[in-house]
């Protein structure tokens, strides 16, 4: 039976926008690390990421430099203060991945999409402009003072739309950023976009799709 949520909601980053911090860390120490552990590298600068959220809210660039410290002294290399400011400057150039646009579109005509972000205010619009989809409502960690995973994240998304966990279909490519969570909250319709980020876990109870052009099916467009 097709899904009637009273909003879509989205993670932004790895699951509308091809998320590249992987990539720009890899050309950023490619003097630094050999190319044979570089996969590792950045397996660590993922893992200390989502460390650096989980406590009290900080601007976004703050994570990206805490991170990149931690993972820095762990490989023992130098770490660089243009570090940051590589990786940061990165995120507003990133675009859709090539399955997003067309879909989302699609879908926007009968829905209203939201999307609840990791992000910064003055960032987010420049990756959303490339989406080319209508939203409803854009939200960002910054607005709610806590970022995904945390459930703060998503109460104040609630809050600001007026609507209740049952009330939307949540869609994302991350478990351990979105969909754990909100399992724990009751959100019941939920899309795992299968991107290779995170190995499926059916405990959660969602539905899995490759990628954004399965989303209009599941909504019975």
Not at 76 to 87: A, G, H, L
Not at 162 to 172: F, Q, R, T
């Given at each position: 039976m097709a899904l009637k949520?009273?909003?879509?909601?989205?993670?932004?980053?790895g699951t509308l926008i091809h998320f590249e911090m992987a990539p720009v860390a890899r050309r950023l120490y490619a003097d630094r690390v050999a190319e044979a552990d570089m996969a590792a590298f950045c397996r660590d600068f993922s893992a200390y990421r989502l460390d650096e959220v989980l406590g009290a809210w900080k601007p976004y660039v703050q994570v990206v430099e805490g991170s990149l410290r931690r993972t820095c002294a762990k490989?023992?290399?130098?770490?660089?203060?243009?570090?940051?400011?590589?990786?940061?400057?990165?995120?507003?150039?990133?675009?859709p991945h090539p399955d997003v646009v067309e879909p989302l579109k699609r879908v926007a005509a009968e829905f209203p999409l939201v999307i609840l972000s990791n992000a910064?205010?003055?960032?987010?619009?420049?990756?959303?402009?490339?989406?080319?989809?209508?939203?409803?409502?854009?939200?960002?960690?910054?607005?709610?003072?806590?970022?995904?995973?945390?459930?703060?994240?998503?109460?104040y998304m609630f809050d600001r739309l007026?609507?209740?966990?049952?009330?939307?279909?949540?869609?994302?490519s991350s478990f351990r950023y979105d969909?754990?969570?909100?399992?724990?909250?009751?959100?019941v319709d939920k899309a795992f976009v299968n991107r290779g980020h995170e190995p499926a876990n059916p405990y959660y109870g969602y539905h899995e799709i490759p990628d954004i052009g399965g989303l209009p099916g599941l909504l019975g467009l």
């Open positions: 949520p009273k909003y879509i909601t989205f993670d932004c980053y490989w023992k290399i130098d770490y660089r203060d243009s570090d940051t400011d590589t990786v940061y400057a990165a995120v507003p150039t990133w675009g910064m205010v003055e960032v987010i619009p420049h990756n959303v402009a490339k989406l080319e989809a209508p939203f409803h409502a854009v939200y960002t960690a910054e607005e709610a003072q806590a970022y995904k995973p945390q459930m703060r994240a998503f109460e007026g609507c209740a966990p049952e009330d939307v279909l949540h869609v994302s969909l754990m969570t909100a399992h724990d909250l009751g959100i």
